[in-house]
T-cell receptor, first 109, second 117 residues
């Protein structure tokens, strides 16, 4: 099956710093999404981005489908950005969303 | 926006008993429901996919007799953990899918934390 690897696995930032999270996937996909999982386990959908670039406030994401990777940029990080970030991908044949390994982000005041 | 209600949010049960988790799409009809399991500090692992009125399709390594999935309507899917044991303790999350080619969306429930004692 498709493999989804994220890096780095853990990241500690000072408030105000910028960061880049990476997602590599092993096969062509039709759907790629970035999620933030809060401390209570709720998954918050950040971006639907199978290709191209999108921005939403301090967050932006870029997917280069031909090279099978996606990047999530967090600028001017805040303590509320802490949590786990997942990318997830799906192929149109199955619509099964497969999650990456995740990046645990801790933003310190 | 689309909302998926998952219930209960937390449950503690005794070893050997069964537990049922419900997942409802509140304002849309979900063509497909997905069930995930998450261990502490780990990623979400897809357990099974269910379509309304059909038998669920389980991922490799997931015991279908242990994790019974019923998808009786377009708005309700249930996961029953049968004869639960401590190793079944985990965080279970459902997701409802809707849409068509090129425009398929997923909405996640808030999860159920199961503790088997």
């Amino acid at each position: 099956g498709i493999q989804v690897e994220q890096s780095p696995p853990d990241l500690i930032l000072q408030e105000g710093a910028n960061s880049t999270l990476r997602c590599n996937f092993s096969d062509s996909v039709n759907n790629l999404q970035w999620f933030h999982q809060n401390p209570w386990g709720q998954l918050i959908n950040l971006f639907y981005i199978p290709s191209g670039t999108k921005q939403n406030g301090r967050l932006s994401a870029t997917t280069v489908a031909t090279e099978r990777y996606s990047l999530l940029y967090i600028s001017s990080s805040q303590t509320t950005d802490s949590g786990v970030y997942f990318c997830a991908v799906a192929k149109i044949a199955t619509n099964k969303l497969i999650f990456g390994t995740g990046t645990l982000l801790a933003v310190q005041p | 926006g689309a909302v998926v209600s998952q219930h209960p949010s937390r449950v503690i049960c005794k070893s050997g008993t069964s537990v049922k988790i419900e997942c409802r799409s509140l304002d849309f009809q979900a063509t497909t429901m997905f069930w995930y399991r998450q261990f502490p500090k780990k990623s979400l692992m897809l357990m099974a996919t269910s379509n309304e009125g059909s038998k669920a399709t389980y991922e490799q390594g997931v015991e279908k007799d242990k994790f019974l999935i019923n998808h009786a309507s377009l708005t309700l899917s249930t996961l029953t953990v049968t004869s639960a044991h401590p190793e079944d303790s985990s965080f279970y999350i459902c997701s409802a899918g809707e849409g068509s080619w090129g425009n398929y969306g997923y909405t996640f429930g808030s999860g159920t934390r199961l503790t088997v004692v």
